[in-house]
């Protein structure tokens, strides 16, 4: 069984830049395929990022260029770095064990002067 806890969010100013990281535990963690996803209130969780487990990354186009994901397999870790913050990208974000269909809790920030 996955179990998969994020952290990093708080309060960023536009412009700014954040990092996200995805603690992950379980047997074959490390031969997942995991994705980042964010919801804004009001919205649907919507896809950001996927990070397979070779290190091939895919992105939203309007987030490629500004987000990278990367992991440490030794540190059972996967992470999201996001520059150029944008008061839109202000949201819930999780992450995702594509194959064990696990969810983190979720870490929020906002993007606000």
């Known amino acids: 069984q996955v179990h998969l806890v994020e952290s990093g969010g708080g309060l960023v100013q536009p412009g700014g830049f954040l990092r996200l990281s995805c603690a992950g535990s379980?047997?074959?963690?490390?031969?997942?395929?995991m994705t980042w996803h964010r919801q804004a209130p009001g919205k649907a969780r919507e896809w950001v990022a996927t990070?397979?487990?070779?290190?091939?990354?895919f992105y939203t186009d309007a987030d490629k260029g500004r987000f990278t994901g990367s992991r440490d397999h030794a540190k059972n870790m996967v992470y999201l770095q996001m520059n150029s913050l944008k008061p839109y990208d202000s949201a819930v974000y999780y992450c995702?064990?594509?194959?064990?269909?696990?969810w983190g809790q979720g870490t929020q920030f906002t993007v606000s002067s």
């Open positions: 995702h064990d594509f194959v064990s269909t696990t």
């Open positions: 990070v397979a487990p070779g290190g091939a990354t």
């Open positions: 379980g047997s074959s963690f490390s031969d997942h395929i």
